[in-house]
């Protein structure tokens, strides 16, 4: 047996074997725990990054910023409650759904917003896809429906994109009342065909004769009415509308599935079908979906009302993206475990672990990334090798994460990155970046386009650009790096290197009054004046031994011995960040149900700063 899981083996052994009257053999991977973490890193949920290790390479991008005060730099509507995004690739383009209401959660009026882009990156202005429902008649003028969808996308077998979404009756979108199942098809144009309903909640009333959209049978186009037929008879896709829908036929035959939110599947190597849902859910079926064993509670997930999502990744392998939080407030960080057999999952790792800001009240704003969606298995497949994710922060921003598989947290190789074999504004392999839309990381074609270097562009009052590299873990590091800054008057970088748990014994960094400064054990300690647009060359040796660092500039030594800041008994990443080190919210200080304020000012941009990046060298195991 591998001996990564040997242990494993022998703790699930031991445990599944309950002993007393009526005992069964509730072996792990059975109906019983259809899946198991068996350990290894504990997320710190005091910490916005659990103090886990980042999945070495994520690129996090923010699809769109809400906007109340300007919304024509954000959607044009200036709703501050998005939430509920899905993500499928079709037609050599990225597609994003999310909900929209213009303050707080199941609060109408509601509506479906798209974004695409072609890379991933560069996202356009999302558009309405299914606009506000109005209730009336048979309710009073000006009632209007909410929206709720639990599916955004799906791929056809003969390869048509079908949009949907599901208008439903605020504050309950369970409840009875809701209105039905909304689709229509995406062009390869990029249009949009009629909106129809695909199904009717027929056990409130409704149907053709009493809503504002036909039934999809009366389409002339045949190929999305076969398209329509199609995902109806596909039961898995079906299964993710179940606690939307309270409809009075048969499209759901086994009722022991009631209670459980949001359901996501994935294949098993043996053909099983595991089922997962919210507040640590997990289901089997033999039968394609048809029939599911009775949902279990898989006590080693840690999670709650937040979004579990799992897909077999493009090495064979499986991941499970989930928040493994006990606080439904707090959902932070997002994270990755990973499997072999899709059945025991270890190596808990960081996608998302920022959290800036809640800028607009609203209600439900549970903070955090959270409500993840991969593209579904069997529903088209992103480009190359990599997990692509899409989820909300704060329940008000969209982002999207790009996991490179395989799936990994260690670096063995030294770092030796020019950035000059990448594409301008293309990934920027092996780092690890946070661009929100006012603060990006991107490879630019400075000082020309032979040679590159890395930027980091900031004009968020609330959130900041970052960029880290992964090094191997050492107690003795040389680190060398080009540096210069395009402004000394504003702004801010802050250089940190850390430990696996993300603390920072070395801190310096580039503040707005001209100076470079160092923390000295406790004290901030100036370096030198710094001058716009000059490269710098640096040159950091850690010594965690000693517990100091010593800094050089331009070949001389500026720093000498100073002392760390916070203990560490190694170092393995090196952190470049366009703000302050934040640490709220945090748990005891912010809950999505306080009666906070908008934050000051949130809409409007600051002034650019940008500082740019290149020839990072790092050896390990070297004074």
């Not at 309405?128 to 003028?141: H, N, Q, R, T």
């Not at 400075?446 to 590159?452: I, S, Y």
């Not at 934050?599 to 409007?604: H, K, L, S």
Request: hydrophobic share 35%; proline share 7%.
């Amino acid at each position: 047996m591998c001996t990564r899981y040997y242990s494993a083996f022998v703790f699930v052994l031991a445990s599944a074997i309950q002993i007393g009257p009526g005992a069964i053999l509730a072996q792990t991977g059975s109906i019983h725990e259809p899946v198991r973490y068996v350990g290894g890193p504990v997320v710190h949920n005091p910490a916005h990054d659990g103090q886990l290790r980042p999945a070495i390479g994520i690129e996090t991008v923010q699809v769109m910023r809400a906007n109340r005060t300007h919304p024509e730099w954000a959607d044009d509507f200036g709703w501050t409650y998005n939430h509920g995004p899905n993500i499928v690739y079709w037609n050599d383009r990225f597609y994003v759904e999310y909900l929209s209401n213009p303050v707080g959660e199941h609060i109408a009026p509601g509506q479906t917003l798209l974004s695409s882009s072609a890379d991933g990156r560069q996202w356009e202005k999302p558009q309405v896809v299914f606009p506000v429902y109005d209730l009336s008649p048979p309710d009073p003028p000006g009632t209007t429906a909410m929206m709720h969808q639990r599916m955004g996308f799906y791929v056809a077998p003969d390869d048509r994109l079908l949009v949907l979404a599901f208008y439903g009756r605020a504050p309950n979108r369970f409840a009875k009342g809701g209105i039905g199942r909304v689709v229509r098809e995406a062009y390869k144009d990029g249009t949009f065909g009629p909106i129809y309903f695909l199904r009717y909640n027929t056990s409130s009333g409704w149907s053709e004769d009493n809503t504002h959209f036909p039934f999809y049978k009366r389409s002339t186009d045949a190929g999305f009415v076969a398209a329509c037929d199609a995902l109806l008879a596909d039961v898995l896709m079906r299964r993710q509308w179940f606690d939307e829908e309270h409809l009075d036929d048969d499209a759901f035959s086994d009722r022991n599935l009631v209670k459980p939110q949001a359901f996501n599947w994935y294949r098993r190597k043996d053909g099983r079908l595991v089922g997962l849902w919210k507040w640590s859910l997990a289901a089997l079926s033999s039968d394609e979906g048809q029939t599911w064993s009775a949902p279990a509670k898989v006590a080693t997930l840690q999670m709650t009302g937040a979004k579990i999502s799992g897909r077999r990744t493009s090495d064979g392998r499986y991941a499970l993206i989930y928040n493994p939080n006990v606080d439904d407030d707090h959902r932070w960080p997002l994270a990755i475990v990973t499997s072999d057999d899709g059945i025991l999952f270890d190596d808990m790792l960081c996608v998302h672990g920022e959290v800036p800001p809640r800028r607009f009240a609203g209600r439900y704003k549970d903070f955090g990334p959270q409500y993840n969606r991969c593209v579904a298995e069997g529903n088209g497949e992103s480009p190359g090798d990599d997990l692509w994710v899409t989820y909300s922060v704060n329940k008000e921003d969209i982002w999207v994460s790009r996991i490179p598989v395989p799936i990994r947290a260690r670096e063995t190789e030294p770092v030796y990155d020019n950035f000059d074999n990448l594409k301008v504004d293309g990934p920027v392999t092996n780092w690890n970046t946070y661009s929100p839309r006012w603060a990006s990381v991107r490879v630019a074609g400075d000082p020309n386009v032979a040679n590159k270097s890395l930027e980091l562009a900031d004009k968020d009052p609330y959130d900041y650009a970052r960029a880290i590299r992964v090094f191997p873990e050492t107690r003795l590091a040389k680190i060398r790096f080009k540096l210069r800054a395009e402004q000394n008057d504003f702004g801010r970088l802050e250089i940190d290197v850390t430990d696996r748990f993300g603390y920072r014994p070395v801190r310096f960094f580039l503040d707005a009054d001209r100076q470079m400064k160092a923390i000295n054990g406790r004290k901030v300690e100036t370096i030198v004046s710094y001058a716009l647009n000059r490269w710098y060359e640096f040159e950091v040796r850690v010594d965690v031994d000693k517990g100091n660092f010593t800094i050089s500039l331009d070949g001389e030594r500026v720093l000498s011995a100073e002392a760390f800041a916070e203990h560490a008994t190694s170092v393995e990443r090196i952190s470049f960040r366009t703000g302050a080190y934040r640490t709220g919210p945090t748990l005891r200080n912010a809950t999505s149900e306080q009666p906070d304020r908008t934050a000051p000012d949130p809409d409007r941009p600051e002034s650019l700063a940008a500082f740019r990046l290149d020839d990072v060298v790092i050896a390990a195991n070297t004074k």
